[in-house]
């Protein structure tokens, strides 16, 4: 994870209060303490604009229009992940497009990362065959078969292109917005599903009651800190797991885990179990993901606490993998002095009480 935007944030209604100097996205394990750190200057709270940002510095210098107003912590974390995971040429059509259309607000910024693809940024006017291949290229979605690419007539392209007139001069090149529509992906309360960290399961989480007009679902990526739970949970207007529905988007748990787990019928309180789960895997290695499978398939665990509980006691397994000798994973042996179906049904230690701001 590299630091994309550095901002110097403050409470606006109380400057005495000091300013805090973070960076983002905000560094994986630290996002707690990042909100603690604002909620001592009492800002950084889930769902309002009440963090001003007093500098900020950024390889996309467009945003330095956002010096001067009033930011969510999670609107700037969601933006730098957006533009951390650009791939060669976006960068220039986000600052092109960004400086064209005069942004300052930060809904705007990252609306714009989900379309700023449709625009065609010319940098150079040395070799208008790449100008013309790379606009029809732009046209078509960002890519096409090498055949069709190579057949473009580059030069006829981007004589038409230029001669049709409807650029626009930017320090960062001339650009030609493409029809592009700002369209409205983020509705400034909740944000589209854009996994960035190496989540395990993304889960779809909406009211029990149903979306209030003009609302979005919320996405819920595991593993995810007590305050990402929180704060997720709060963008839907829900202040506790139980009262929301839930369904997975995705998974990337391993297979046997994934088989036995109801994925099919979650609810909201399986939420604090599914975590603590993805927790205890995310720690696993590659050679433990496999015999974590052939465990749960020795144990006939179901749910996602057994299979949680046999992942953070995996040592207590002896595994050969691909012989066959017990289970299509590998031979497994429980060598704990525990009953296998005790120490699957053994509470867990008792966590702190989910605190909803």
Known sequence: MSEVIRAVLSNVQHPEYGQVSMPFPIPTGEYDETIEVLQEKDVGYSANRDCIVDEVESAYDVLEALKGTLVNVDELNYLAKRLDSFCTGEDIQFVAMAHKLALT???????????????????????????????????????????????????????????????????????????????????????????????????????????????????????????????????????????????????????????????????????????????????????????????VLMAGASGASPICRLAENLDQFDFIPGTGQLNECGYVSYHGEMPLEELMREEPAEQPEMRMM
């Open 105 to 295: 607000d930060i809904k705007d910024f990252i609306n714009l990362t989900f379309c700023c693809q449709q625009a065609t940024v010319i940098t150079s006017f040395a070799d208008l065959e790449k100008i013309g291949k790379d606009h029809v290229m732009t046209l078509n979605g960002g890519g096409m078969p090498m055949d069709q690419y190579q057949a473009i007539d580059g030069k006829a392209e981007a004589l038409r292109l230029i001669q049709g007139g409807g650029g626009t001069i930017t320090p960062y090149g001339v650009v030609y917005d493409n029809g592009m529509v700002l369209e409205q992906h983020y509705n400034g309360h909740q944000f589209p599903a854009y996994p960035y960290d190496s989540s395990l399961m993304v889960l779809e989480v909406t009211p029990q009651q149903g979306l209030a007009e003009r609302k979005n679902p919320e996405y819920l990526y595991l593993p995810a800190s007590a305050q990402q739970i929180e704060r997720t949970l709060l963008r839907i207007g829900v202040d506790a797991p139980y009262n929301v529905q839930v369904r997975l988007d995705f998974d990337e748990l391993p297979d046997i885990v994934a088989y036995k787990l109801d994925l099919e019928h979650l609810s909201g309180d399986d939420i604090p179990e599914l975590n603590r789960m993805c927790q205890s895997i995310q720690l696993l290695a590659g050679e433990e993901i496999e015999k974590l499978n052939a465990v």
